[in-house]
């Protein structure tokens, strides 16, 4: 029903910057929140940042005033800005949303593929 991809990835150098996109498709009626997971090797997935239908946002401390994160409504788009990387930023990053389709009767849970993001020291 929902399908995410997400695009934006690289290889960059400590102290560079990348923006991660992820656009949603399908029978959306309305997307609730919209957030970035990632997973390093070795480690669990953590949650990075969110942002709800208000536009009330949330981050991890580890990336508190790095990253930023927001929508494109119109698009059903979620951005990651990340600014200043370092090396512990190195991992599979992946998009998360919480949608109500046209015919469910209550929202799920739909996630990306994952997009790699390696950061050289």
């Known amino acids: 029903q929902v399908q995410l991809v997400e695009s934006g990835g690289g290889l960059v150098q400590a102290g560079g910057s990348l923006r991660l996109s992820c656009a949603a498709s399908?029978?959306?009626?309305?997307?609730?929140?919209m957030s970035w997971y990632r997973q390093a090797p070795g480690k669990e997935r953590e949650l990075v940042a969110g942002?709800?239908?208000?536009?009330?946002?949330n981050y991890a401390d580890s990336v508190k005033g790095r990253f930023t994160i927001s929508t494109d409504n119109a698009k059903n788009t979620v951005y990651l800005q990340m600014n200043s990387l370092k090396s512990e930023d190195t991992a599979v990053y992946y998009c998360k949303a919480n949608v109500k389709t046209s015919s469910g009767r209550w929202p799920l849970d739909y996630w990306g593929q994952g997009t790699q993001v390696t950061v050289s020291s």
């Open positions: 942002i709800n239908r208000g536009g009330v946002t």
């Open positions: 399908g029978s959306i009626f309305s997307i609730n929140v």
